[in-house]
């Protein structure tokens, strides 16, 4: 006679990414570190080249991990997980740029906005030796071109869906994209 073979059973693990984000929604902290870990460096990487500040960008990551952590419970699975992050990452940032002009207009009235600044006005870039950061480049643009800048050539958006987000025309998108690149020939030339 032979008896049935039981083995025991494993304490149950999330089995991949997609679990982490259930796991986490309904409150485990530790799936919630998984995904973190996961997922900084690119969210990170998103903020500081959409503001050009890395401590600025440091600030903006843990921000989008707070919202993250606060609306993980809407996040319905239509899209990766990864591209609903990327979503709430750029709105983190348009956001709080929407906030400091707010703070800005209120506090210095009269100061030019950044992206009245003619392109005589953008500060020359340190080059160490013969070679050029492309990323200091980037940080050295006005903040709305450099937004458009790598929304759309960086992160692949298209103008209407620039425009959508930014609250501007499509054309308008061009028209800072044109600008972007021009300046940014200009800084590599030097």
Not at 29 to 40: K, L, S
Not at 80 to 91: D, K
Not at 127 to 145: N, Q
Not at 162 to 187: N, P, W
Request: aromatic content about 6%; overall charge neutral.
């Amino acid at each position: 006679m032979t008896l049935p073979l039981t083995l025991p059973t494993a304490p149950s693990q999330p089995s991949g990414p997609a679990d982490d984000v259930a796991l986490a929604a309904s409150g485990d902290r530790r799936a919630f570190e998984r995904i973190y870990r996961t997922h900084v460096d690119r969210v990170f990487s998103i903020c500081c080249r959409m503001v050009g500040d890395r401590a600025k960008a440091e600030e903006l990551t843990q921000d989008v991990f707070v919202r993250c952590w606060e609306k993980l419970g809407t996040f319905r699975g239509q899209s990766a997980f990864s591209t609903w992050l990327h979503r709430l990452a750029v709105n983190v940032v348009l956001n709080d740029r929407e906030a400091e002009g707010r703070r800005r207009s209120k506090h210095d009235d009269g100061i030019e906005d950044m992206d009245a600044i003619s392109t005589a006005d953008v500060r020359p870039l340190p080059v160490p030796g013969l070679s050029l950061d492309l990323e200091a480049a980037i940080a050295a643009l006005p903040a709305g071109a450099r937004k458009v800048f790598v929304l759309h050539d960086v992160e692949g958006y298209t103008h209407e869906e620039i425009g959508t987000m930014l609250g501007v025309t499509a054309g308008g998108c061009k028209a800072q994209l044109h600008r972007a690149r021009m300046l940014l020939r200009r800084m590599l030339t030097r």
